[in-house]
């Protein structure tokens, strides 16, 4: 049972990661901290798209020469390099629209932020 | 030379590499109006592949072209059946259009110095819905879900001259967007990890054999609430009202014409094509998820949109309840229904686009975002607009001899036959509930007298062009309904297995 618990630690830390990254987005009000709550979710889908690739024992898939030896599973990583590129860009947008949100609202923070857009809507 | 079959044997991948490249170059030019030139050139280019690509597919049948000759399930395979042409022909013939209402709309609604660059990202936002809708690889398809959804969050802030709650609006949608393609990622790794595959042909043939797999069943249920969030379903709709508002006019032309549309064709695509054989499965997800998504956002779309005094919010609330029209038609889960929904959505298409474009039209003129108040008098001053106008919000109604009313009787049609009385009820009942906002907006533009006569604000026949063709498509297919029901019919065959 620990074994059973114990021998998939990958995937917990994933599970853990992944909730810490989506309770930030959805419970702080700081736009930047929501970003980095959103890029430690997405940091936790890459961890369990790695775990996936590997396989026990196997080396880096890179021809040796050698004709039994065992090799990772090298997809997942290449997806990961294409989904680390594109939270890249996630982040860098995200970023770029907080810079424009301070130079217009003047905060960051997103309940101010509300307030300030009520009275916009009532004038 | 350029060799002519070439080109047409490559149309598969060039309807989104053409779009994809052209966007530095429209960034490049860095003069609105060349800029404008290479956008339109890049969508009519798109036109041009759907319409022949849809021409090829109803004569020889389905095309798989394989990128780079990698064969799948190894290399990324791109397939062109009748449901993705009918798809490809529409976001490419509604972005032709949205295209023309830029020039003139974006000029006066945007910074200077953006005005090129508008059209690199408007560029990316069409191509990354092309491929969307035509790759036939699971993962493929979310590196475009977040090409099209980062462009069009992009292209939302432009909306900041106007009004800087557009920054907000952009960035509510770039972070719950975010989080939606991320559950997407997560069920299609879910997938990966039982399957061994990314192809989507391949994946439905290996979950045929699996579907009682949790893993298959955790990971089907993280793509689809990941796919309702880019579709705006109800209670994943946040994103959308606030965005199709502040966004420039024809930004939100664009984006409710065919954003939320491709999204909701992969859905529908997952949900039939992928789980052809997880009965039970499609049935929970139907009957207890969409089922009541569905009839809460036609309702809650359509009560919020009776209340609402601006415009363009109004519009968008009512989206919503129409995409829950399309959904309902899903949800019963036969041939005819998703006909329906496939009808639906091109009809609402190019509704939406066209009231989006008459709004547009009569903001630039007066500057501001406009409430239904600012409409008194319309027909006097803008007369065109307004027929065009008026015509596009009947047929959003279901008026007789327009496509809004060859949506209902299809959706009503496939309900009938499937002996779901209470949601017949509800969609006759939410049809009149409809007028309560539609009315409002024909008796001021056509009964009221104009309050503030000092304006003057006339029809720009450089704005109203496509307003009035799209207007005109509403009546033409609305008599002559074939060409949409045909090929909506063949596309339900195409992803529906039951059909075949």
Redesign the interface.
Same mark, same amino acid.
């Given at each position: 049972m620990i074994h059973g618990i114990l021998g998939i630690w990958n995937y917990w830390i994933v599970i853990i990661l992944m909730m810490t990254g989506l309770f930030i987005v959805i419970s702080r009000h700081n736009l930047v901290k929501k970003m980095v709550g959103l890029t430690i979710f997405q940091t936790s889908v890459f961890l369990f798209y790695i775990s996936l690739g590997k396989v026990q024992g196997g080396t880096a898939p890179i021809l040796t020469g050698y004709k039994d030896s065992l090799y990772s599973n090298p997809l997942p990583h290449v997806l990961i390099l294409t989904a680390i590129v594109v939270g890249v860009a996630t982040t860098a947008l995200g970023l770029a629209l907080i810079l424009r949100i301070k130079s217009e609202y003047g905060t960051i923070e997103e309940n101010e932020i509300a307030e300030l857009n009520t009275e916009e809507n009532s004038k | 030379m350029i060799d002519l079959i070439a080109i047409e044997n490559h149309l598969p991948a060039l309807q989104v590499v053409i779009p994809l490249l052209l966007a530095p170059v429209a960034i490049l030019v860095s003069l609105p109006f060349l800029s404008w030139l290479v956008a339109l050139f890049g969508s009519l280019f798109c036109l041009y592949a759907s319409v022949s690509l849809f021409f090829q597919v109803s004569e020889f049948g389905k095309i798989n072209y394989f990128m780079g000759g990698w064969l799948p399930p190894y290399g990324i395979e791109y397939v062109i059946d009748e449901a993705s042409s009918f798809m490809i022909v529409l976001i490419s013939l509604m972005g032709v259009f949205a295209t023309i209402f830029a020039y003139q709309s974006l000029k006066k609604e945007i910074n200077k110095k953006s005005q090129s660059k508008v059209y690199g990202m408007w560029l990316l936002a069409l191509g990354g819905l092309l491929g969307l809708v035509t790759t036939g690889d699971a993962?493929n398809l979310?590196?475009f879900l977040?090409i099209s959804s980062?462009s069009s969050?992009?292209l939302v802030?432009l909306g900041?001259k106007k009004?800087?709650?557009a920054?907000?609006a952009?960035?509510n949608y *770039? *972070?719950i967007g975010?989080?939606g393609?991320?559950f997407y990622?997560?069920g299609v790794?879910l997938l990966?990890?039982v399957t061994g595959t990314?192809n989507i042909a391949d994946l439905t043939i290996k979950i045929s054999e699996l579907t009682a797999n949790n893993s298959v069943k955790a990971g089907i249920s993280f793509i689809i609430i990941g796919l309702m969030v880019k579709a705006a379903i109800f209670p994943l709709h946040i994103w959308l009202p606030s965005a199709y508002t502040f966004a420039p006019s024809a930004v939100a032309v664009l984006l409710t014409a065919t954003a939320t549309k491709a999204a909701l064709y992969v859905l529908a695509r997952i949900l039939f094509t992928l789980l052809f054989n997880a009965d039970d499965f499609t049935v929970i997800i139907l009957q207890w998820v969409l089922l009541p998504a569905s009839i809460v956002a036609i309702f809650f779309g359509t009560i919020r949109a009776i209340f609402e005094k601006d415009i363009k919010k109004l519009l968008a609330f009512s989206s919503l309840s129409q995409i829950g029209y399309i959904t309902i038609g899903l949800t019963l889960g036969t041939a005819s229904g998703i006909m329906a929904s496939f009808i639906h959505i091109a009809n609402h298409s190019m509704m939406k686009a066209a009231l989006f474009m008459g709004i547009g039209a009569i903001s630039i003129q007066l500057k501001k975002s406009i409430n239904v108040d600012d409409l008194k008098g319309l027909s006097k001053s803008m007369p065109v607009t307004s027929i065009s106008l008026t015509v596009v919000i009947l047929s959003l109604l279901g008026i007789p001899l327009t496509i809004g009313f060859i949506s209902k009787v299809y959706l009503l049609k496939a309900v009938f036959s499937h002996g779901n009385w209470p949601i017949l009820f509800i969609i006759v009942l939410t049809s009149f509930l409809a007028l309560g906002y539609a009315w409002q907006l024909i008796e001021n533009i056509w009964m009221k007298q104009p309050v503030d006569t000092a304006l003057t604000i006339n029809d720009d026949p450089k704005i109203y062009i496509p307003l009035v063709v799209l207007a005109v498509f509403n009546i033409l297919f609305g008599i002559y309904a074939y060409p949409i029901v045909n090929s909506a019919f063949n596309a339900s065959a195409a992803i529906f297995w039951k059909a075949l």
């Open positions: - | 993962f979310f590196v977040e980062l969050v992009t802030a900041s009004d800087k709650r920054l907000t952009a960035f *770039l *972070l975010a989080v393609a991320t990622v997560i790794g990966y990890s990314l």
